[in-house]
């Protein structure tokens, strides 16, 4: 068995490990086990979990995560739209296009950490990129109001919705809740996802697609 821990962002990536993408490692014998980044501590101990406004109390939980033996690997499900300032590679992002900047930013992580069971993810340039694959089926897990085509139309001029930019007004979230004024996050994302497939999200949204891809090279002993 081969186990591996995913720092993620709030309860939707949460949820969409558990229920979409563990189950397809698990058939590879790659187990995931999705955990909140702790955003802030108080002094009784208690945590609060979901959303990053730092970048120090993900470094402390990735490097608690990694100080576990027993996991072949630790990745991370975060956001790159609306990183906070002080992460690794923030200030010295390259021109070029996004992907260009979410491999510095992931090899910049790799390299603060430094450890080689770090398996670093940035989503571009948020979850619901992924639900934009195919913006009919977010219709279908709301069951009710906002207009579909509409917002089919304005991102089908995107070669990939990951490319979906991030302005405050245009990334991938603000565009759905715009038109489709129902939509929750937590609870119709990985509902979504899970009625489009891996297989079709894969296709379209290929950093998602590499990321996957080296989860499940993990099958095999290095």
């Not at 891996?198 to 998602?208: G, T």
Request: glycine letters at 8%; proline letters at 7%.
């Amino acid at each position: 068995m081969r186990r591996v821990h995913v720092l993620v962002e709030g309860q939707t990536e949460e949820t969409f490990i558990r229920d979409v993408l563990a189950p397809h490692l698990a058939s590879r014998e790659v187990y995931l086990t999705p955990v909140l980044a702790a955003t802030k501590r108080i002094k009784s101990g208690l945590k609060f979990k979901g959303g990053l406004s730092h970048y120090e109390p993900v470094r402390r939980d990735l490097r608690r995560l990694l100080g576990d033996s027993s996991a072949v690997a630790v990745t991370t499900m975060i956001d790159y739209y609306g990183l906070p300032d002080d992460f690794p590679g923030r200030s010295t992002l390259p021109p070029g296009t996004c992907h260009d900047r979410v491999a510095h930013l992931e090899a910049a992580l790799q390299e603060d950490l430094g450890d080689h069971r770090l398996l670093p993810y940035f989503s571009l340039h948020e979850f619901e990129a992924l639900v934009l694959t195919v913006p009919a089926e977010i219709g279908a897990a709301i069951l009710r109001g906002g207009q579909v085509s509409d917002l089919a139309a304005e991102v089908s001029g995107f070669r990939s919705p990951e490319e979906v930019n991030d302005g405050p007004e245009t990334h991938p979230a603000a565009r759905i809740s715009r038109h489709l004024p129902g939509y929750r996050k937590a609870v119709h994302g990985p509902l979504a996802a899970a009625r489009i497939g891996l297989p079709a999200i894969r296709e379209r949204c290929l950093h998602f697609a590499a990321w996957v891809s080296r989860l499940e090279q993990l099958s095999s002993p290095r």
